[in-house]
């Protein structure tokens, strides 16, 4: 793991610490980041098929069971920060397009730098960020849907007022036809 990684997991329970602030700022770190995490994650498993595929007498010079509860401490701590981070991401920056593209393109980027196309973990981040990004743009348009019929709610009430206003000061056949008008 880098040292923006080990920033920013929590030194007394190995929790990953995320804040919005961090995300907003640095969305190519956090790309980085995950794309680093999920590479780790391949490498452990290599490191767990070599204890596998020990030799017989490999077997007998080492300490197979520590060996093995090393690797899978370590295989577990790597995948639990690599969720922390997506879930604080998409917890964090729903609705921030920007941000999700930006981490996004970090991922896209270092992928393609580092040769993980096949990486399993990283197609999992960028199936969640996907989602995440069309979860906020629905979110974004509904919103501006709603802005839209607030705006034209008032103006009809705005309108309904305006005419009630007009047609209770009249009289007689005049206010039945403003009375006719208003329900058309």
Known sequence: MNQTIEQLIDKEDGEVVLTKEYIERNPSIIGEQITDLAKAVQEIRGELQGIKNRTWWEKLGANNTRDLA?????????????????QGIIFLATNNTVVL?????AIEKKEVEDGISDNKYVAVAKDYLSEAIITANKVQN???????????????????RMNKIVCFGLSGITLLVCILVLMQ
């Open 142 to 160: 509904n919103e501006k849907t709603i802005n839209e019929m607030r705006t034209q709610i008032s103006y009809l009430i705005k309108k309904q």
């Open 101 to 105: 593209a930006g981490i996004m393109q």
């Open 70 to 86: 090393e690797a899978l401490i370590k295989q577990n701590d790597t995948i639990s920060s690599f969720i922390s981070i997506i």
